[in-house]
């Protein structure tokens, strides 16, 4: 019997991927450049280096379909490469920027993390909490697991969380970085 809860229960070769991103090249046409003053983001030895350049959080997403009523898992690989400690950054998903609504599994650089969907206001799921599980300055996984009708959120491989499953508002599955703070992404 497979245990969801267990982050290595589902090997590798029994999975199938939807999207694997491990920035190598631009093959799904990321928002590569700069805005003078705003954002930046760029490839960098198989990263991604993103950056706010002002007093608001930057994001960038892919549409990326996923049939809800199959298991599934979305991971994220993210370094805090410098910025304002307080501020989150992280996973976006179930993400529709028509309605701005989406789900976040963020952390930031005081060793903390948040579980939230945001629908014009944030509800918590897992308000600002505190953990040993956070890597300052070096990279963090984040993975949310759907299995059956349950959500199961990992932090560096470890169960932080878990909650009934809520459906997606759209299909956008990407990343946030914090005001005035740059993180670099290693796959998603």
């Given at each position: 019997?497979t245990i969801?809860e267990?982050y290595?229960?589902?090997?590798i070769?029994?999975?199938v991927a939807?999207?694997?991103?491990e920035?190598?090249?631009n093959?799904n046409?990321?928002?590569l450049g700069?805005?003078?003053?705003?954002?930046f983001?760029?490839?960098?030895?198989?990263?991604l280096?993103?950056q706010?350049?002002e007093?608001?959080p930057?994001e960038?997403y892919?549409?990326?379909?996923i049939?809800?009523s199959?298991?599934?898992?979305?991971?994220?690989?993210?370094?805090?490469?410098?910025g304002?400690?307080?501020?989150?950054n992280?996973?976006?998903w179930g993400?529709s920027s028509?309605e701005?609504?989406q789900?976040?599994?963020f952390?930031n650089g005081?060793?903390q993390y948040?579980?939230?969907?945001?629908t014009?206001?944030?509800?918590?799921?897992?308000?600002?909490?505190p953990?040993?599980?956070?890597?300052n300055?070096t990279y963090?996984t984040?993975?949310v697991?759907?299995?059956g009708?349950k959500?199961?959120?990992?932090l560096?491989?470890q169960?932080?969380?878990?909650?009934?499953?809520?459906?997606f508002?759209?299909n956008?599955?990407g990343?946030?970085?914090?005001?005035?703070?740059s993180?670099?992404?290693?796959?998603?």
């Amino acid at each position: 019997m497979t245990i969801p809860e267990v982050y290595n229960a589902y090997p590798i070769d029994k999975r199938v991927a939807l999207f694997t991103e491990e920035f190598t090249d631009n093959k799904n046409s990321w928002y590569l450049g700069i805005k003078e003053n705003v954002w930046f983001q760029n490839l960098q030895d198989g990263t991604l280096f993103f950056q706010s350049l002002e007093n608001v959080p930057k994001e960038d997403y892919k549409e990326v379909f996923i049939d809800q009523s199959r298991d599934f898992e979305i991971e994220l690989k993210i370094r805090l490469d410098k910025g304002i400690q307080n501020k989150f950054n992280g996973l976006q998903w179930g993400k529709s920027s028509a309605e701005g609504k989406q789900y976040d599994f963020f952390f930031n650089g005081q060793g903390q993390y948040t579980i939230d969907k945001f629908t014009g206001t944030f509800t918590d799921f897992v308000p600002v909490t505190p953990t040993k599980l956070i890597n300052n300055y070096t990279y963090n996984t984040l993975t949310v697991r759907k299995v059956g009708a349950k959500y199961y959120f990992f932090l560096n491989q470890q169960l932080v969380y878990s909650m009934p499953f809520e459906p997606f508002f759209g299909n956008g599955i990407g990343f946030q970085v914090a005001d005035k703070s740059s993180v670099q992404i290693d796959y998603l």
